[in-house]
């Protein structure tokens, strides 16, 4: 591909609408990890939260502005002074940052939620703007719910905000209604009524399956920055995917007449560390890095493939990192080789967490002979997600019963110095030890979603949990891993109730746009 094609930017908000999935609550080190590893992915920017909603985001976002080097880190404000002030205090850090700064435009919103003139929405964009490029001037404004809002008004909205410094135009698809020839007209107006200087982005959301496409209709038409979030996770039913769109500029790129800077070979890697610290897993058949996307069933394909691969092929497993599951570590091996094993997997963690890591490594390694790079990747998964200071520890769980015998669970969980010793009966051995948990914990849980999988395949693959809990009012998730399916399950909902005890006590409730 010659050097002069269009570079389109890739603009990953994983962190920001991604978390805003339902369920999803990732802790500061799951944030900064994924992070880094959107900096190895080579994404343009990072949106790293929505600096005002809560205390714990500000400290994510500062994290990664201050940690992370190679993306422009940003954050989200509403037009208003106090989001902004905010988010420049948690991004002044990072070395090159971005305030992406948005209000509703479109009549419903702006009658039923903001309670907002005309008149009132322009003045609010012309002053937030401003106030935004005082501090830097990378600014980005999005009209929300652009693909509803009356045209004349959308462009008097943009027009006020380039005025006034911006120097990305956003438009989104917020409720994901627009489709993509009507997606493509809109952007392109756009493009013809904002200078050349000034880039168009698109933000899709996939209520009706067409985030990906409406955001190419919006590249063809002259968007030259895509707002993505890695396996197209967000609001709802989610955002344009990352590695959708990602493949499609790298195999039809010349057709489209662009390019994008991302290193694909770490795709694969991305997208598995994201279904394992937000325990939204990915559909087998999703294009690019579902399980099955490179599968072949068929005699008459999987002939094709072995003879010419590009027979059925259009893209190369290899070039996005799908490799084979290598067997890696035993259980004689020592920290050195667990650290530079974690390496090869592109996972670097701070000592503690390395050191909670390979703690965990051993007690399975002697359970299991062998660990493979995604068993690794699994327990680094279970590590960053579980508490900073876990306040219980699981000690032990005994569980017994069968077809004839009610099953039956007894925990040991340490609290300081403290033991404390409870037993449940439950519907099965797995509800058991979490009735257990629940009595020790001494706190009222609802088991929301439950799902279990095995890290690798055969009988000897750890089982891997992930639960979703309503702790008195308040989502979270837990990860398991272990051996056996009822200690992951036991792990995970801990795990789960560790993370409300600890959120609770450090931040209030958390806005989001
Ligand atoms: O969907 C949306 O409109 C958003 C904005 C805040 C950009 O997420
Ligand atoms: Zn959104």
Request: charged share 25%; glycine share 8%; aromatic share 4%.
């Amino acid at each position: 591909m010659p050097d002069d094609v269009d570079v389109v930017r890739i603009f990953d908000t994983t962190l920001r609408d991604g978390e805003q999935a339902p369920g999803i609550a990732l802790t500061r080190a799951e944030k900064v990890e994924i992070a880094e590893q959107l900096a190895q992915l080579g994404v343009d920017v990072i949106e790293a939260g929505f600096a005002i909603s809560s205390e714990g985001e500000f400290e994510a976002v500062r994290e990664i502005a201050t940690s992370v080097r190679g993306p422009v880190i940003a954050s989200l404000a509403r037009v208003t002074p106090g989001d902004i002030d905010r988010a420049a205090e948690a991004l002044k850090g990072a070395e090159r940052w971005r305030i992406h700064t948005f209000i509703s435009t479109s009549d419903i919103h702006m009658q039923d939620m903001l309670r907002m003139s005309n008149n009132q929405v322009l003045n609010a964009i012309r002053e937030g703007v401003e106030l935004a490029v005082s501090y830097t001037d990378d600014v980005e404004f999005s009209a929300q719910d652009a693909t509803r809002t009356e045209l004349g008004f959308l462009l008097e909205c943009f027009k006020v905000a380039v005025d006034a410094g911006a120097t990305t135009i956003n438009v989104p698809d917020t409720v994901g209604y627009a489709m993509p020839h009507e997606f493509g007209e809109l952007v392109r107006t756009v493009r013809e009524a904002v200078p050349d200087r000034v880039v168009i982005s698109t933000h899709c959301h996939n209520d009706l399956g067409l985030a990906v496409a409406n955001s190419l209709a919006g590249i063809v038409n002259g968007a030259r920055q895509v707002e993505v979030a890695v396996n197209g996770i967000g609001e709802r039913a989610g955002n344009c995917s990352l590695e959708e769109i990602a493949m499609i500029v790298r195999t039809r790129g010349q057709a489209l007449g662009v390019r994008h800077g991302l290193n694909i070979r770490e795709i694969v890697r991305t997208s598995r560390l994201v279904s394992m610290t937000t325990g939204y897993s990915v559909q087998p058949n999703k294009s690019v890095v579902g399980s099955s996307a490179f599968a072949h069933e068929s005699g008459i394909h999987q002939h094709g493939v072995l003879s010419n691969r590009a027979t059925y092929e259009i893209m190369d497993p290899l070039e996005i990192g799908l490799e084979g599951n290598r067997l890696v570590l035993g259980k004689h091996s020592g920290r050195h080789a667990f650290a530079d094993a974690l390496q090869k997997i592109g996972i670097e963690l701070d000592q503690e967490h390395l050191n909670r890591a390979f703690a965990r490594f051993k007690e399975l390694a002697d359970r299991k002979i062998q660990l493979t790079d995604q068993d690794l990747a699994a327990i680094v998964a279970e590590e960053l997600g579980s508490a900073e200071q876990d306040l219980l520890v699981l000690e032990s769980v005994v569980v017994g019963g069968g077809t004839h015998l009610q099953p039956r669970a007894t925990v040991h969980l340490r609290k300081g110095d403290e033991t404390i010793e409870e037993s449940a009966m439950g519907d099965g051995l797995i509800d058991a030890a979490m009735g257990a948990i629940q009595r020790a914990a001494a706190v009222e849980a609802r088991l929301v979603s439950f799902n279990v999988s095995s890290v690798t395949g055969g009988s000897d693959a750890l089982g891997d949990v992930v639960v979703q809990l309503d702790v008195e009012g308040r989502r979270v998730t837990g990860r398991g891993v272990a051996t056996d399916v009822v200690e992951a399950s036991a792990r995970a909902y801990l795990a789960a109730i560790n993370r409300a005890l600890q959120v609770s006590s450090a931040e209030g409730e958390k806005i989001t746009p």
